[in-house]
Structure formats: structure tokens, C-alpha cells
């Protein structure tokens, strides 16, 4: 086949991610390399499938070994795949081994020692070590991102402000276009409560088109949140649309924003922007649905936004509620509706308010009494405030004495909920028992 040919195939491939060029390309490079395994073009293609495009890691990971076979001294090569062994395979041993062999080869290789410190602060948990590796690095190389991560670990890990300012301000000295540095500068004065310098810095950084997703969500959650700024913060949602016009997040925020304010007009039009990509953002999923039933009242489509984000991520415990709660108002579907409020159990810290329906829903859809006071004896009281804790003693009380018949252990949950927080209602209830029951003693 003629490098035209291949060419075209490759634009097919890597470009329509076209599944029968893609395996024609394998196939071709796979030839070459049994003629030829030095054929570093070959090799890296078939990296570049095998990683990117049909995710056989296990593939990908051979062939990067045989590149490295051929290309011994491509200190790149190693950076490349230890970020792939680190990402992808989650060996981080082997990721440590290739980001030192890279700034071995080549001591001013700044992703090397960038991919190197957040690697022992993330996956390691070496703090310590993290931050010598910056100042290591330097030694080597004075860079805007090396002073940036130098200032990251200084003010969140150490606490130490005004060192990190210091080393922000050389970044942006270096770099005045370094987007994480702004970031960075911005959640430091933020941390410092210094919110009109966070104002500031992040104004700037807009200005200068220097921004990220980090930076245009401390802005606006800075402007909502100390300056109660709504309008403020869809005028920088809507330069963020103008940067980028394709993240459908922004589209969403904005929807949202406008919903809080009560312009349902306009969040409406940009619930309809934000519904004209293909979503796979979970968080922008979750807001459009939300939206859909609260401003289209279309909680069947809303339904399909909530599934995606299943099918993303099954343990996304806002999809979780919504779709229990839809099967347990809207089609009466209880079993999985049930099955649902029992997952969301599962996966969640905070079991108080799932024991408590999934207790309602065994009393009052299949009247067992026994499952629902099973539910509702897991709920760990000491996490709850006063309120809390009356209440469900109260309910439990309640099934005692009006499905299970027994009102000794009734009376012992109403008196329970009674010295938690007096009240003249449980009061009441306690007297009526003493009254009615001449088997109980007061």
C-alpha cells in the first residue's frame, strides 16, 4: 500500500476513529514490524491505537517497551509512558522508574518532574517527597509550572501563604499567561479570606483569556457566594461560553443561574443550548435533568439524563435518588424503586434520610412493620441533631404501638423521644397509653 494510501487511512482512522481503517492500520503496521521491528512509525502507531482509540492497555504497554527498545535515549518516550502506566495500568512504581529515567536523560524535562511530584502527593501520599522533587527541579530548570506546583504544596499541604505568593508571583513572572498560577493565586488570597485580591487575580486572568474549569468555578462560587453576585457570574459564564463554545457545562450553569433568579426564559434557552450537544459530562447530565423537570416538567426525559449518568457512573448517588424517587411516585414501580433506595444505602456515609424511606416504604406499600423498624434500629442517632432524634424515636414508637400492637416498647421509644426534646404532643400520646393500657404501670 502506498504512504498516500496510508495516509488516508490514517485521517479515517485517527481523525473519524473509523473502526475498519483503524483495524486495516494494525494490520499494515503489524507487517511492517515483522519485516522491520525497528520501524519506530509503526510502533508508535500502534501505541497511539492500542492507547487512545480501542484501550488495549495490555497492547499498548508491549509496544511501548519495544519503542523503548529502539529509542533507549527518548527522554520523552519514557515521560510518555509513564504517564500511561500511571493513568491507564495504575502501576506507579513502574511510572516513578520511567519520570526519573526521563530526567535522567534530560534534567530539564519539566513534565517529568511535574508528573513525578503529583505522583507521589496523589498516588503516594508523600507529601514530602513531592515537594523536594520541585525544588529539585529548580536546580535544573526555573519554570513558570515547577514554581506554580512549588506554591500548590506550600499553601495547601503546608500552610505556608506567603511563601506560596512569593513563588506564584515568580510563576507569573516567568509566565504572565499560566492559567494555573492565576488558579492557584486566586484559592490562596480565597484561603486567606483576602476575597477582593481572589476577585482580582481571577478578573485578570479572564481578561487575559488565561483561564480554566478550575478558575472559572472559584470565580463565580467567589462571586455567589461572598458577593452574592448572580448576574455577575453568568456574564463571566457566558465569556467562558465565548472561549468555549463547545463545554456544555457552562451552557447548564448559566440555565441553572437564570432558574435561581426566576428568568425561566432565559434559562429555558440555554437549557435548550446545553440539550443540543451529546452530554457526557456527568455533573452537566445531572443539571440538565434537574432543569427538565423543573422548568419543562418532562420528568420522563429528565429520566434519561439521570440514566446516562448511571450508565457513566453507577454510584452516582444524585442519579441513584432521582430515579428511586421517579419509580416510586411517578410509575409505582416500588420493587425498584426500592432496589434503588437500598443501592443509594449502600454506597452512602449518610444513611439517615434513605433508612428513613426505605422504612416508609416497607410500612406503607407491603405493611411489614418488621422490615421497616429493621431500617429505621440501623439509623445511628448520635450522628443526628435533637430535632432528628426525637422524630425517629417518635416513629418508631408509632409502628410499635399502631402495627405491631406492642405498646411497652412503644411507651419506651415515646418516653425515649420525649426526654430527647420535651415535647406536649409526645406528652399527650404517653398519658393517652397510660390511660388506655391498664397493663402498663406509670
Known amino acids: 500500500m502506498s504512504d498516500v494510501n496510508i495516509d488516508k487511512l490514517k485521517q479515517l482512522a485517527f481523525e473519524n476513529n473509523d473502526y475498519h481503517s483503524l483495524k486495516q492500520l494494525v494490520e499494515i503496521y503489524e507487517s511492517r514490524i515483522k519485516k522491520d521491528p525497528h520501524d519506530t512509525d509503526a510502533l508508535i502507531g500502534l501505541v497511539k491505537i492500542h ?29 510518555q509512558y509513564g504517564s500511561f502506566v500511571e493513568f491507564n495500568l495504575h502501576d506507579y512504581e513502574l511510572a516513578k522508574n520511567m519520570y526519573l529515567k526521563a530526567i535522567e536523560l534530560n534534567p530539564n524535562h519539566v513534565n517529568s518532574y511535574l508528573n513525578l511530584s503529583w505522583l507521589y502527593l496523589d498516588r503516594l501520599d508523600d507529601v514530602h517527597t513531592s515537594y523536594i ?18 506554591a500548590y504544596i506550600e499553601f495547601r499541604k503546608y500552610k505556608e501563604f506567603k511563601k506560596a505568593e512569593s513563588n506564584l508571583r515568580k510563576a507569573l513572572d516567568l509566565d504572565n499567561e499560566n492559567d494555573l498560577a492565576y488558579t492557584y493565586l486566586g484559592q490562596l488570597y480565597i484561603l486567606e479570606k483576602r476575597f477582593d485580591d481572589a476577585k482580582s487575580i481571577f478578573a485578570e486572568a479572564l481578561e487575559k483569556k488565561q483561564v480554566n474549569d478550575l478558575l472559572l468555578h472559584e470565580y463565580g462560587k467567589l462571586l455567589i457566594v461572598q458577593y452574592k453576585d448572580f448576574e455577575g457570574t453568568i456574564k463571566i459564564l457566558e465569556q467562558a461560553v465565548e472561549l468555549y463554545p463547545d463545554k456544555v457545562i ?19 434557552r440555554y437549557l435548550h443550548l446545553a440539550e443540543s450537544f451529546e452530554i457526557k459530562d456527568q455533573e ?17 426525559e429528565a429520566l434519561m439524563y439521570f440514566e446516562k449518568v448511571i450508565e457513566l457512573n453507577p454510584t452516582n448517588l444524585n442519579a441513584l435518588s432521582f430515579i428511586g424517587f421517579y419509580n416510586l411516585m411517578n410509575n409505582q414501580h416500588i420493587d425498584t424503586a426500592l432496589g434503588y433506595f437500598k443501592k443509594i444505602a449502600d454506597l452512602s456515609n449518610d444513611t439517615f434520610i434513605v433508612y428513613f424511606i426505605i422504612a416508609q416504604i416497607y410500612l406503607q406499600y407491603y405493611h411489614d412493620s418488621t422490615q421497616a423498624l429493621e431500617y ?67
Open 133 to 150: 522533587i520541585v525544588q529539585e527541579a529548580l536546580k535544573s530548570i526555573e519554570d513558570s509550572d515547577i514554581y506554580a506546583q512549588l
Open 51 to 79: 492507547e487512545t482509540y480501542d484501550k488495549d492497555y495490555l497492547k499498548a504497554r508491549d509496544y511501548y517497551e519495544k519503542l523503548l527498545e529502539v529509542l533507549p535515549n527518548d527522554a520523552s518516550l519514557y515521560y
Open 284 to 300: 452537566a447530565l445531572l443539571l440538565v435533568g434537574y432543569l427538565k423537570v423543573m422548568l419543562d416538567d418532562d420528568k420522563d
Open 250 to 268: 457552562y451552557y447548564a450553569y448559566i440555565a441553572n443561574l437564570y432558574f435561581v433568579l426566576g428568568n425561566n426564559s432565559e434559562s429555558i
Open 376 to 442: 429505621l434500629l440501623k439509623i445511628d442517632l448520635r450522628r443526628l441533631n435533637i430535632t432528628e432524634r426525637s422524630y425517629i424515636l417518635f416513629v418508631i414508637g408509632n409502628i410499635y404501638e399502631k402495627y405491631v400492637g406492642n405498646n411497652h416498647l412503644a411507651l419506651d421509644y415515646y418516653e425515649q423521644a420525649y426526654q430527647v426534646k420535651p415535647d406536649k404532643f409526645i406528652e399527650a400520646v404517653i398519658n393517652q397509653i397510660y390511660e388506655s393500657d391498664k397493663t402498663i404501670v406509670n
